[in-house]
């Protein structure tokens, strides 16, 4: 039997001996992504109050070298800014001026994938910052910029490193900053949602070395828990993937425990060929941080074939029920869902039933008869059933005509993807998305939503052979671009699908080729793609190939019977979101009793507002702030606007317009005396302008 030190020691050792933290900080830092292992996004600065926000006034801005989206959320230790560019550039500023110390990245190489920021670890003098290119995990000296040759191979880990040697090849990079515990980082990331996905194992590396530490298998080998919930070879990853945790984790550092939010298998809107429940896909996975083992788990959605990842790092917080105090940990979801557990047991807080689900006319699909909905709290966001005829836009000039539509397609609780079209409500980006939510001390959750519905449409994969009359670049186009792209190369602006048809005057055959190995935003790299055909599609998008079949090709594309006909939004003739307002919405729940606090719409349409129209709320992106002075800092929406609320009322106290629109969550600290809070502003998404600074704002 363990013997327990008395908890006066327990801290006097900890205090020495930083081990379970090697992150020694102070309440004016912002030390880590989100704010600290918790991710509570939450602040004890109390500086900036409700009675003065609105005297806030710009400190610095750093104009960053490229310009394009950013969704940093920047971290700030011992006086010091850390960041990263559009580009996946990482710096350092002084956090009091903003004057840039060191860059680090090759300005001429754009890896195209966004970053939401860096991890921090220190020992001694050793200071770290721990931050991924591409596929590769970088150890850079965190005093010079410069890399740590001790660390992998010359400062940085190939992220591939343990995964089976099926894919060595595969598409992965990481959007998230890992996790650190004692000298671990565990490392998130973004995999192919195709059936050329990686798996999406859990892996902690050594901080110091870089050496792999542990792995958790997500689909499960033979003899190992959940194995027969997957076909029997789906561990071998010939044609089943991912169930990877991109979105970050949270580690309760006391008692060593790694709480990690797992997405679906790939690939996501059809699993004739993955059978059965499916763990650990899309699954809050409690594991012990030092060695991976798995202490309990929770799977959100069985068997999904809806892409419902869960979207964001939960949150560790401690609730009261019945008079006692629990320390809990909270998940949001796409769906709307807040899935809330005792942190140590799994035991649900509030009761969770199986609801049942509707079976899929797809041959071969096999969708579970159940999926799990809480009881409390509930949804913050609208579900599937609502969006009905009198739930269609009174702004929509096209209205009799999306009423018409929206008959036709499926429209229920759970409805399965389908070739008539399928309502998917809340949309593929939430509910909650990335940006997570924030949580008090009091255990108040704040979470904006997305209200956006999307419409999933499936159709019959063509075969290789009824495609083996086209040229071998037309043919690759085909068989992976036409569901994005469409046919016609024309794209989907309004989903945020650019066309390719003029791509030639745009860039140049380098990047585009860049570009297909690499990926974009949400376009995965093509890396399994052999050479032939990657030149091949190249010389097609540029108008140059010739027109006769050229056969060949080798690229080993697992084939599945269905594919989807892309993202496509709900929407009216204008481009505006199809379903009734709000279409963005600001929530506080109270996580001890599972009641809302308020809700409110959450920014303005612009094209609406120019005509007097007000508090629709809109798509948004980023999380919310708090501080312990009572506000609620977000940016976030496409309006272009940084607000701060009373986070007891949710009253708008102060707004300003950015220079480009913050598709991130703020960081706030406090240097010389002085509280800052800093957003990254980089607009390109939902058709915003590009932007490319860092803005720092103070009281005068």
């Given amino acids: 039997m363990k013997r327990l030190l008395p908890v006066a020691l327990i801290a006097l050792v900890a205090a020495q001996f ?14 880590e992504y989100l704010g600290g292992p918790e991710r509570n996004h939450y602040s004890t600065l109390t500086q900036i109050t409700p009675e003065n926000v609105q005297n806030l006034k710009v400190a610095w801005t750093y104009a960053t070298p490229d310009s394009g989206q950013m969704q940093v959320n920047p971290i700030v230790v011992n006086g010091v800014l850390y960041g990263v560019t559009a580009s996946v550039q990482a710096f350092a500023l002084d956090a009091a001026t903003g004057k840039e110390l060191w860059r680090f990245g090759d300005p001429l190489k754009n890896w195209a994938s966004t970053s939401r920021g860096v991890a921090y670890w220190r020992e001694g003098n050793d200071e770290r910052i721990l931050h991924t290119m591409g596929p590769y995990l970088y150890a850079i000296d965190a005093k010079t910029g410069k890399t740590i040759p001790s660390f992998g191979e010359n400062g940085r880990v190939d992220l591939h490193t343990g995964l089976p040697e099926s894919a060595k090849d595969k598409f992965m990079v990481s959007n998230t900053p890992g996790t650190i515990f004692e000298d671990l980082i565990v490392m998130p990331v973004r995999l192919s949602e195709g059936a050329d996905a990686a798996p999406g194992d859990i892996r902690a590396f050594n901080v110091k070395t870089g050496k792999l530490a542990w792995t958790f298998h ?79 788990h929770f799977q959100t959605m069985h068997h999904d074939v809806w892409d419902r990842d869960l979207p964001a ?46 079976k899929s006319n797809l041959v071969g699909e096999q969708t579970w008869p159940t999926q799990p909905v809480p009881t409390k709290p509930a949804p913050f966001a609208r579900q599937s059933p609502t969006v009905t005829e009198k739930e269609i836009s009174p702004y929509a ?50 979470v904006n939503s997305n209200e956006m519905a999307w419409i999933l449409t499936m159709k019959d994969t063509p075969k290789q052979d009824a495609l083996a009359h086209l040229p071998l670049g037309e043919r690759t186009y085909a068989t992976l671009c036409t569901s994005c792209h469409g046919p016609e190369r024309k794209g989907n602006a309004k989903s945020g699908y650019p066309s ?34 990657k030149q091949a599609l190249v010389a097609f998008l540029f108008g140059e190939e010739k027109k006769e079949a050229s056969g060949g090709g080798n690229s080993k594309m697992p084939y599945l019977p269905y594919t989807s006909t892309g993202y496509n939004k709900f929407l009216d003739s204008k481009g505006l979101p199809a ?44 999380g919310p702030v708090i501080t312990a002075s009572g506000l609620l800092f977000i940016a976030a929406t496409k309006d272009g606007m940084f607000r701060a609320f009373d986070k007891k009322t949710g009253k708008l106290l102060w707004e300003t317009k950015l220079p480009a629109a913050a598709f991130a969550t703020p960081a706030t600290y406090q240097v010389n005396g002085k509280q800052y809070i800093v957003m990254a502003c980089g607009g390109t998404k939902l058709g915003t302008k590009k932007g490319n600074q860092y803005v720092a704002f103070t009281l005068p």
Avoid at 18 to 31: A, D, F, M, R
Avoid at 323 to 332: E, H, L, M, S, T
């Fill in 500 to 533: 390719l048809v003029d791509i030639s005057t745009k860039r140049d055959k380098a990047f585009v080729s860049n570009l297909i190995t690499s990926g974009k935003g949400m376009m995965p790299g093509f890396t399994t793609l052999s050479a032939a055909d």
């Fill in 18 to 31: 930083p081990w379970g933290n090697k992150i020694q900080t102070s309440s004016e830092e912002w030390p």
């Fill in 218 to 296: 997500t689909i499960p080998y033979p003899g190992e828990f959940g194995y027969e919930t997957f076909p029997k070879n789906a561990y071998k990853n010939t044609d089943v993937g991912a169930a990877n945790n991109w979105s970050g984790m949270s580690v309760d550092r006391k008692r060593g425990i790694l709480f990690v939010p797992t997405g679906s298998a790939a690939y996501d809107f059809y699993a004739g060929n993955r059978k059965g429940q499916n763990l650990f896909s899309n699954c809050l996975l409690a594991l012990d941080a030092r060695t991976g083992k798995r202490l309990w």
């Fill in 579 to 622: 379903i009734t307002p709000p279409w963005g919405t600001l929530n506080a729940i109270d996580l001890n009793t599972g009641e809302y606090r308020w809700k409110i719409p959450f920014g303005y349409e612009p094209a609406l507002l120019e005509k007097g129209i007000k508090n629709t709320g809109v798509e948004n992106y980023g």
């Fill in 397 to 446: 000039e096209n209205r009799e005509e999306l009423i018409a539509n929206v008959k036709k397609y499926k429209n229920a609780l759970f409805a399965a993807p389908s070739k008539e079209g399928t309502v998917i409500f809340p949309g593929f980006d939430g509910g909650a998305e990335w940006g997570g939510a924030a949580v008090d001390p009091e255990g108040i959750m704040y």
């Fill in 313 to 358: 790092p939960p949150n560790l917080v401690t609730v009261k029920q019945n008079g006692k105090n629990i320390d809990a940990v909270a998940q949001v979801t796409k769906q709307g869902y807040v899935f809330v557990f005792d942190r140590v047991t799994g035991k649900p807080l509030f009761p969770i039933k199986e609801v049942p689900a509707h």
